[in-house]
C-alpha cells in the first residue's frame, strides 16, 4: 500500500496548485475560474492500493474544469467513480448531461473528453479504477456511465460505504487484501449502474453472455493459443454471433484478450517478486509469443514502452533488477 497525502486537510486559498494537484490524484483536468478574480479555497488529499487510486476533494467557488483531450495515466484509461459528499456539480460527456447533487454517485471516463462545472462549497470522495479492469467485469460499462444514482439506500449505500472504508483503512491494508479491494468495487458498481438500466434489461441474456466472455478471457488469456474459435466453442455458440456479441459491447475477441494480457503484464512488471524476471518472460508468461509485437502493443497501450514504465513504477530498492530490455 502506497499513501501519497499531497496537502494537508486544512483549505488552501486561491487555485495556485489546484490543478495540480487534481491532476496528480484525481483527474488530468484543466481548471479554470468561472468569476476570475473570485473566492476560491480547496484541499485534495489521495492514497494508492495497487490498482485502486483514491482520492478525497474539497474545493469552494465557481470553478470550469475539463478533459480536452484524451488523458494519459500511468494506471492506463481510467473509470472514476465519484460519490458527492456536500454540494453539488454537473458535467457533459458524450453528449450526455448529469447533475450529481449531495449522496449520489456516478462514473466518468476520463480518457475521452468532458466538461464540469461547480458552483459554491463541493465536497466528493473518488476511486479510480482501470477501464479495462472494469469493462472485463462490469457488462454495459458504457451505458453506465454519467448515470448518477442516489447513495441513500440498497446497493448504492453499500457502495459508498465501502468508499467510506476503503478510504479509512485503505493505509492499514496488505498488498493481498489491497487486491481484494477492486473486484468489490466491480461487483457493487455492477449492481448500482447496469442492473436496473432499462436499456440493458431487454439485452438481459447478451449481457449474461458477455459476462461468460469476460470471465472465460480472464481466466484463460495466459494461454498463447486462446482465439474466438476456441472461445465460442468453449461457450457453445457459433464464431458469427461470439462476434455479435462482442461488437454489441464495443470491442473485438482478439483486442479484449490482448487487453487482458497487457493489463497482466502491467502489473507483474512492478510486482516485486517478478522484479528478477525479464520482461520477455512477463509478456510469455501471459500469452503474448512475440516480444517486438509485445513492446509494441504496450506501448500503444501505455503510452512508454515496457522497460520505461517497470524504471518509472518500481522503488529504487529493486530497481537494478529491472534492466533488461524489452
Known sequence: MEVFPLHSTRPRHGLNGYQSAINQLYAPMVVEPEVPGGHYEWSVTGQRCG???????????????????????????????????????????????????ANSVVLMDVGVPLDAYQQGPLEILS?????????QRVAGLSGALTRAQSATQGSAAILRDLMHSAWREGGH???????????????????????????LAVDGPMAS??????????????????????????LGISASYLFTVARRYGKSVR???????????????????????SITEIAFHWGFQD??????????RFGVSPRAYRVVNTPRGYRAACGEAG
Open 291 to 300: 516480444s517486438s509485437h509485445f513492446s509494441r502493443r504496450f506501448r500503444e
Open 209 to 234: 453472455l458477455h459476462r461468460r466472455l469476460d470471465a472465460l478471457i480472464a481466466a484463460e488469456a495466459h494461454d498463447p493459443f486462446l482465439s474466438p474459435a476456441l472461445i465460442a466453442a468453449r
Open 51 to 101: 490498482m485502486l487510486g483514491m482520492s478525497a476533494l474539497f474545493a469552494d467557488g465557481e470553478i470550469r474544469a475539463r478533459v480536452a483531450e484524451p488523458a494519459v495515466h500511468p494506471q492506463g484509461r481510467q473509470i472514476i467513480l465519484t460519490f458527492v459528499e456536500r454540494g453539488c456539480f454537473e458535467f457533459i460527456q458524450g453528449g450526455r448531461h448529469t447533475v450529481c447533487g
Open 255 to 277: 483486442e479484449a484478450i490482448i487487453e487482458r494480457r497487457l493489463e497482466g503484464c502491467r502489473s507483474l512488471l512492478v510486482e516485486p517478486s517478478w522484479a528478477h524476471r
Open 127 to 135: 476511486c479510480q479504477l482501470p477501464e479495462a479492469f472494469l469493462r
Open 173 to 199: 491494508l496488505g498488498q493481498d487484501e489491497g487486491q481484494v479491494l477492486p473486484g468489490l468495487f466491480a461487483a457493487l458498481i455492477d449492481a448500482v449502474f447496469t442492473q436496473d438500466n432499462p436499456a
